[in-house]
């Protein structure tokens, strides 16, 4: 992650080796199945000159048995040719099989080292990259390794090897006749690499115009809603009718490059037969060759043209395969969290007491987040959270489960330094409930239970009811066997939440985090939630962040943050008697009609009775 | 709702689904405004295949006459022959791909048109059923399978016909015996291509299912990292992803299987094809019924023989593929508009901003529930209206009926005095801002955010605008201020700012109606407090009338009229001192927000 800016200078050398070590890697993919490969490559051979001596046959029956009238050596002939033909077909069954087995596993084996790797990776690395971007990189970079590996790399090995022996066969039959044949392969390369360099141009522009068509689609259609509300329809109508015509011109444009090369390379075919009736012809004349040899030829010369288009052809896909493969490296060469080391204790039992002691953080190197952040939070208390965004109250949050490793300080958890102890055992004991509920596909019950594995169906209700959560899920059509649409599209952010908060409970968690949880709850709904909470946090740690302040009044300690520092600390009523930022907060939200003069005034705050 | 049902594809779908012919028929109707070019590509197909067949001729000219009589002149009129032919080929083939190409292009251009129309113009009742990735595949993929059948296919399909017609009735018309002998390998051909496309169409749907699968659980792993890690749960997910790993390597596999079992027996078939002709036509030349050239010209037209058989083969399973494509496609073309302005609808003059509901009723299309009965209520110009309730109490039904989103189902919504429904919708919603809940960003600048609803609107509007919903002070800490690229793809900011942007763009098109669905609650109570402030101001200076959904009291109290929402009912209405007094509810809402000793107070100061 992030070279420094010197390395952008000399980028062009390093990619070209770049390029190399990828291909050796990738070829490195291959090496658990060298015997298969050996097995493959031998049968390539077997097909390839099964391929080479059908030809051959034919002219022999033409020139020995058809021209001399003896049908028992055509028959003995053809017989033979029949046998060239099935082991010809079984060497190719056998050999596109082995190869075509062994290409998927090496797929399938990237796509599970690659999701093994984002188990491991620190969550920086998701922080700074748009889910989509990663997503739609990783199934399309291992999708061009696919078609490299279940069809180029087959095709190209058949296609170089038959090429070789055709090639060969042709010289030995007739070196005259070949060489002169040989004429069109030159000119076949150049129009074809002339032709491909175009067509990659065209075809990239397509990719643009295309991802211009489909890339903002997504969000357009989610926004229908808003271009309703503003009437935004037409103007965005007309916005998709451009980007949807330029993507159709580029197409066509693309197309006519390709329609003109195939025909093009028809012509050539042609031309390498026309060449080989003629000087074949003329060579017959002169009994220096024989008819049968040229019927031979012709065939030979119309097969060594496939293997020249697909060699060219696999060529670009090469090209984008590496591309590829070069971003999936990258990914699995990512800095993974450094694992704990062998012999880290585990956490085995918690009372639940968490203690940052002086502890300064940054995301990037150089920019604080936090400065110098004292506190503890004693077994079944509960501490809040308060300030403006970015005050840093969240970072607090991801400390605890270790999600992120501090820069200074320490944070402890029943007086052990989080860093001491296994990551699993630390983080079975606390449960973090974010402000955007994140809900897996599946069905209600299946992501309560998430909390807990091999949680019963008796603990998944229990769990809801703990969270009065169980009424509204009752009422789902098919109660907790409802399938939650993708991402909880169907149900209320509310009731999103609901069900993560009954996955927490179900986790039985020692620490309880909640992150602006309850946001996006109705206030009656929260009030429900935390009575709930109220008996279940009995015995727990819990560390509650929130903008409403209704929330948090009752904590037993109330931590204000600004710029990433604790300015002040106390009880509600300390705070509110101190005057400060807190008090100014509250005020504002609760004494709405003296706040609106902007004046935290005291005459304002409640005279506690 | 049958909409969702029809775009999951089951592996048995492989016969054309009910009503695809009819569809398929439409579809391929869409190339009747590129006439020109669809004739052309067929004309040029038609007289590809004429030069096609002419070469095999030419080479048994230059066998025959030339190289068996020693004539020179006819190999070389045989040579010069088939170059020309090649050329004359050549040029038809390049204008025929050429040509389909553009009237192919054409036709998926009309068809993403019309559903990208169709998509802008649905009523929110049809995207409340619908799942935005199914759209996605239905302007993408489906019609990109359209595209290829109708342009590709279809000629390709006419010009296999063409060709196989024009072999066979050639191979009979120069040999009917050897003619006969060798197109015996065409049904084997034939039969086992079906029978492989049969097997692995399916097949390829299920690795496409099982490949979507293993991407959504990909998917969810990346975006809920946080749940996953807290939860201790990275090996379950490793597990969950091992498994539908090696269920796509075993369908993998199975194709890879039928692929390597087809392709060498066809191949073999028609090898065995020139083997027939040799044996075969060696035999007639001994008998002096054939001669060498008609023999080689004889194992040419082979080959123009089987390349229909392989075309025909393969288009047979894109038919029902297609079929199905275009009955997802059509559905959305012809799915009914719901809301949509009744015929007369009369241009809406500029309002003042009085809201009238008249025991309205609601249910939403499709289902039984009915989430508002029997609602009435008057807001007056300039009044901020505030609504207050649980989770589904018809909140958010409530607003949605103002700027016509969803039409009544009993009583009327009345703007002005006129019922929503009389005038043109364009005209109504032009006067009306709302903030959605889910202050959705575009992908895009900040600018291009906040005038989404007003594409003039100059640089000091949309400044005023920010400054008013207090997003002002952090889009100037932007990288760079009003051009910082937002959305997806962008900067990334939090919700509070998020809302505030969506409040900036509904209040820049000066509305005579501001909507606020909920729109505040990311935004912290410092920042929500001065929005509170500027709004009112704004709102109250030009008398503009104004409807606020909220959670927190703070948020309603001053508003001129409270309306308590439940369980789809008026419980109670009036301001904040009103109700105090007069609704249970309400002081249950109030005091779950307060200090218990203030909610004493507060119940105290009330009785």
Known sequence: MGRPMWHLANQSDERAQDRGKTARRLIGELRPYKRTMLVVLLLVVVSSVMQAIGPWLVGLAIDQHIMRGDLPGLARTMILLFFVYVVGSLATRAQSRRIGFAGQEILASFRSRIFERFQHLPLRYFDSRPAGDLISRVVNDVDTINQLLSQGLTQLLGAMFSLVVILATMLVLNLRLALVSFTIIPVMLLTTSFFSARARRAFRRTRETVSNVTANLQEEIVGVRQAQAFNRTEENIARFRERNAANRDANIQAVGITSAFWPTIDVLSTLATAIVIGYGGYLVFHDELTVGLLAAFLIYVQQFFRPIQLVSQVYTQIQSSMAGAERIYSILDEEPEPPDPPGTPTLSSVRGQVRFDHVTFEYKPGQTVLHDVSFTIEPGQTVALVGHTGAGKTTIANLIPRFYDVAEGAVLVDGHDVRSVTRPSLRKWIALVLQEPFLFGGTVADNIAYGREGATREEVEAAARAVNAHDFISKLPEGYDTNIGERGATLSQGQRQLISFARAVLADPRILILDEATANIDTRTELLIQRALGTLLEGRASLVIAHRLSTVRNADLILVMQNGRIVERGSHHELMERGGLYADLYNRQFRDAPARRRSPSTEAAPNPS | ?607
């Open chain 2, 1 to 607: 709702m049958a909409r969702r049902d029809t775009g999951q594809r089951s592996p048995e779908q492989q016969r054309l689904p009910p009503g695809g012919t009819r569809a398929l028929w439409r579809a391929v109707g869409y190339l009747r405004s590129y006439r020109l070019a669809t004739g052309g590509a067929l004309v040029s197909l038609v007289l590809m295949s004429v030069a096609n067949l002419a070469a095999p001729m030419l080479i048994r000219v230059a066998i025959d006459d030339g190289i068996g009589r020693r004539q020179l002149v006819a190999i070389l009129a045989a040579v010069i022959g088939l170059v020309v032919v090649a050329v004359f080929r050549g040029s038809f083939a390049f204008l025929q791909s050429y040509l389909a190409e553009r009237a192919s292009q054409g036709v998926a251009y009309d068809l993403r048109n019309a559903l990208f129309g169709r998509i802008q113009r649905l009523s929110f009742s049809y995207y409340d059923q619908v799942e935005t990735g199914q759209l996605l595949t239905r302007l993408t993929n489906d019609v990109e399978q359209i595209r290829q059948f109708t342009g590709r296919g279809i000629i390709q399909m006419i010009a296999a016909v063409v060709m196989l017609a024009g072999s066979v009735g050639l191979l009979l018309y120069l040999n009917w015996r050897l003619a006969l002998v060798s197109m015996l390998i065409i049904p084997p051909i034939f039969v086992a291509l079906m029978y492989f496309v049969r097997r692995v169409g399916p097949m390829f749907r299920e690795i496409q299912q099982s490949l979507s699968h293993l991407n959504t659980i990909l998917q969810e792993d990346i975006q809920g990292v946080r749940v996953i890690r807290s939860f201790v749960r990275e090996d379950y997910e490793m597990r969950r992803y091992s498994e539908q790993n090696e269920d796509l390597l075993e369908k993998n596999k199975t194709v890879i299987g039928m692929f390597s079992n087809n392709f060498p027996l066809v191949f073999f078939f028609a090898n065995l094809g020139t083997l027939l002709v040799v044996w075969y036509g060696g035999y007639e030349i001994t008998q002096r019924t054939l001669t060498i050239g008609e023999l080689v010209a004889f194992n040419s037209y082979l080959a123009f023989l089987l390349q229909p058989v392989f075309t025909l083969g393969f288009l047979a399973s894109s038919i029902s593929r297609a079929g199905a494509c275009s009955v997802r496609v059509f559905e959305i073309i012809d799915a009914p508009l719901e809301i949509h302005d009744r015929p007369g609808a009369r241009e809406l003059p500029a309002i003042t901003g009085r809201v009238e509901f008249e025991d309205v009723h609601f249910r939403y299309p499709g289902s039984e529930r009915e989430i508002l009965r029997g609602v009435s209520f008057v807001a007056e110009p300039g009044q901020t209206v505030a609504i207050l309730g649980s989770i589904g109490s018809g909140k958010s039904s409530l607003v949605n009926l103002i700027p016509r989103f969803y039409d009544v189902t009993g009583g009327r919504v009345l703007v002005d005095g006129h019922d929503v429904r009389d005038v043109t919708l364009a005209s109504l919603r032009r006067q009306i801002g709302i903030v959605l809940p889910d202050a959705l960003l575009f992908s895009g600048t900040v600018r291009d955010n906040i005038r989404y609803g007003r594409l003039d609107a100059t640089q000091e509007e949309i400044e005023a605008a920010a400054r008013a919903a207090q997003a002002e002070e952090f889009i100037l800490k932007l990288p760079e201020g009003y051009d910082t690229v937002v959305g997806e793809r962008g900067v990334g900011l939090s919700g509070g700012q998020r809302q505030r942007i969506a409040i900036a763009r509904a209040l820049l098109i000066d509305p005579r109606l501001l909507i606020l669905d909920d729109s505040m609650s990311a935004v912290d109570a410092h920042t929500e407090a001065l929005l509170q402030e500027a709004l009112d101001k704004l709102m109250r200076s030009a008398r503009h009338t104004a409807f606020v959904i909220a959670q927190r009291i703070s948020t309603v109290r001053n508003a001129d009229l409270i309306l308590i929402i439940d369980d789809g009912q008026v419980a109670a209405s009036g301001t904040h001192e009103e109700l105090l007094e007069t609704s249970e509810l309400y002081n249950e809402i109030y005091n779950s927000q307060l200090l218990p000793d203030d909610a004493r107070i507060a119940a105290g100061d009330g009785v």
